[in-house]
């Protein structure tokens, strides 16, 4: 099969196949009140043990408190009463399955219709329970179950449930569906997991007992392939495996052309974990610290303490290095049900980041002023995403003076630091001479600023070739946002995707950027390219790529070039056994 590689790397391994689609509603058979007991107990001590291994993960990884995530789910597992009343219907001679959605269903609304907010969220609790045990009593695999090294293959994750996997038992993601910007591959991105989407009809052609081979830059995939082949990937795959390592020399050195421009090396992040990991890759600090996912490992959004102690803890772990930390962007493939953002036809265009904030200023100003106080520990810096419009940037502004107030008059320590905004939206950019004299810098979100240059929905692979990093209408874009940074003496980076393609990076040096801020795996490669990029040549190819008119030609001129500018090998990201 041949689907859109969006992670590079080969994996060569045999197959976990999670299947998330609703399961079956029609009415279970009664196996008799002793085995429907004996099948839902131990339905429930599962549950109990997988709550108790996800919040132990979150705790190692995020950083959260364990009693703030999932403490709830798993007292109720426990409590007498809840597991009583499905016990009754049990005895009543229900089958588990329908035992469990009665008693959930009831129990959600009892918390749906108490006039208190804090209870009326609990309903969410219940639905996740019912979920996970419906998934237990039909035999479903837990997606945090993965056994050591394998490839995961799905009709789609959300990105939730990427954040749920053991990311180091997992060697590659093979999805039916997806987008090549979606969250749960930019995730995959951050820890260097090959990832291919588009494969439709994937799932039933798969067996979990055979080996599959997958290459992220080709797309291919190959089922049970014979050993000859098998042979000739694993070549391929060690031949990767030692260009890799070549890399590991960039860890150390520091990004900055033959001819003496410097630019910085940030990783895009999610958790205090990745942060640790872009150091020991070689990162300069953090140029994305996607919060939402913070957000995602809560059942209810976290507090301004919990958020606090993750803020503060990234920036003690980067010391003098920055963290530019993007205020909760929610919406479009990011859902957080707990929020209550309805359903929308296009979400992408609409009730989203910036936009849901500066509705719910208790929650904005919270994220805010765990930031200001996280600041006494590191180099924080605060960043706003999807900004459309002038009356947007400085209402957020006028909320963060208002929290700095607050907390003045509380008596609470903070630090003052520099805001910035995502570049994403093209309103944004062609008003980007007016907006760089409110900010101190801008940050190019790239996965966004293409899908709506195009009018191409980023998750759609049916119009996936509309979201290209190499058409010129991008580079006139970007052009613009840096010539307006730099005549304001601003800090202009870039941190979508299109920042870290090996191709297009003298491209982005010539424009003047400051900073590329990209995935952690990424780095080593990225500092190299910079070393071995001359600034003047990088300048010529720019004047020349600004003159074309498509992304074939863009294309085949680089294509001319690759080698006369830098030596790079793009096979060394990623690979992985």
Not at 12 to 33: M, S
Not at 159 to 178: D, F, H, R, Y
Not at 305 to 326: C, H, M, N, V, W
């Amino acid at each position: 099969m041949v689907g859109i590689g969006v992670v590079d790397g080969i994996a060569i391994q045999k197959v976990f196949i999670y299947d998330n689609a609703p399961c079956d509603e029609h009415q279970r058979e009664y196996l008799g009140a002793d085995k429907e007991t004996a099948r839902l107990f131990t339905a429930i001590e599962t549950a109990k043990d997988q709550l108790t291994r996800t919040a132990e993960k979150l705790a190692r990884e995020i950083g959260s408190d364990k009693a703030e995530i999932i403490e709830y789910q798993i007292n109720i597992l426990c409590d007498k009463v809840f597991t009583d009343k499905i016990l009754r219907n049990v005895e009543s001679g229900s089958a588990c399955e329908d035992a469990v959605k009665t008693t959930c269903t009831e129990y959600y609304e009892i918390f749906n219709n108490l006039d208190n907010d804090y209870l009326q969220q609990r309903k969410i609790d219940i639905i996740d329970i019912q979920v996970r045990l419906l998934d237990i009593l039909n035999g479903r695999k837990s997606i945090s179950a993965l056994g050591s090294s394998t490839i995961v293959a799905a009709e789609d994750l959300t990105p939730s449930q990427v954040a749920e996997m053991e990311l180091k038992s997992v060697k590659g993601i093979l999805l039916e569906k997806g987008g090549r910007s979606s969250h749960s591959v930019i995730i995959a991105q951050s820890f260097g997991i090959p990832c291919i989407i588009g494969l439709r009809g994937l799932l039933n052609k798969l067996d979990e007992c055979g080996t599959v081979i997958m290459d992220g830059k080709t797309g291919d995939v190959i089922i049970n392939p014979p050993a000859e082949l098998l042979a000739d990937y694993r070549g391929k795959l060690d031949r990767e495996t030692k260009n890799k390592k070549k890399l590991e020399a960039y860890i150390s050195k520091a990004p900055i052309t033959p001819d003496g421009v410097q630019i910085n090396v940030y990783a895009n992040i999610a958790s205090a974990a990745e942060a640790r990991m872009s150091l020991e890759n070689g990162g300069e600090g953090v140029g994305l610290f996607r919060t939402e996912l913070l957000y995602m490992g809560f059942s209810e959004t976290p507090s301004r303490e919990a958020q606090f102690k993750t803020y503060s803890r990234i920036a003690k772990d980067l010391g003098s290095k920055p963290l530019i930390i993007r205020t909760l962007d929610v919406g479009g493939d990011k859902e957080i049900a707990y929020l209550g953002i309805e359903k929308e036809a296009n979400p992408f265009l609409g009730y989203r980041a910036i936009r849901y904030c500066l509705d719910h200023e208790s929650l904005f100003k919270d994220q805010i002023a765990a930031v200001l106080q996280a600041a006494k520990y590191g180099n924080i810096k605060l960043m706003f995403p999807m900004i459309s419009t002038m009356d947007e940037l400085m209402k957020a502004k006028r909320l963060v003076n208002e929290t700095k107030a607050e907390l003045l008059s509380q008596g609470t320590e903070f630090a003052d630091i520099p805001i910035g905004m995502m570049m994403e939206a093209p309103a944004a950019a062609l008003m980007a001479d007016a907006f760089a004299q409110h900010v101190d810098f801008f940050s190019v979100g790239t996965n966004d600023l293409i899908q709506y240059l195009f009018a191409a929905d980023r998750n759609n692979d049916k119009v996936s070739h509309l979201n290209s990093y190499y058409h010129p209408a991008l580079f006139r874009c970007v052009n613009a946002i840096c010539t307006a940074a730099l005549k304001h003496e601003i800090e202009i980076d870039i941190c979508g995707h299109a920042g870290e393609a090996p191709d297009l990076i003298p491209i982005w040096i010539a424009m003047g950027i400051s900073g590329l801020s990209v995935s952690i795996p990424s780095i080593p490669l990225v500092k190299k390219i910079i070393c071995e990029t001359r600034a003047k040549d990088a300048r010529e190819l720019l004047d020349k790529v600004l003159q074309f008119n498509t992304s074939g030609e863009v294309k085949e001129y680089l294509n001319t070039i690759n080698g006369r500018m830098q030596a790079y090998d793009t096979g060394a990201i990623g690979s992985t056994q």
